[in-house]
Structure formats: C-alpha cells, structure tokens
C-alpha cells in the first residue's frame, strides 16, 4: 500500500458512499466540492 493513500481516504470514500454523493458527503464533512 502507497504512502499516498491512507485511512483517511479511506474514511472519505465510506462517507461518500453513505451520504449517496460526492455533493453530499462534503457538506457532510464541511468541505467544498473541488
């Protein structure tokens, strides 16, 4: 496993996941959709 890839990826990809949607889960998570 690369260094570049670590659990918080990880965490943001479940939270996408969960929410339905990249739009969803950062506003979810406070961030802005880049």
Do not use: P, T
């Amino acid at each position: 496993m690369s260094q570049s890839f670590n659990y918080r990826h990880l965490f943001y990809f479940w939270v996408v996941a969960k929410e339905g949607g990249i739009a969803r889960a950062a506003e979810r998570l406070d961030m802005a959709v880049q």
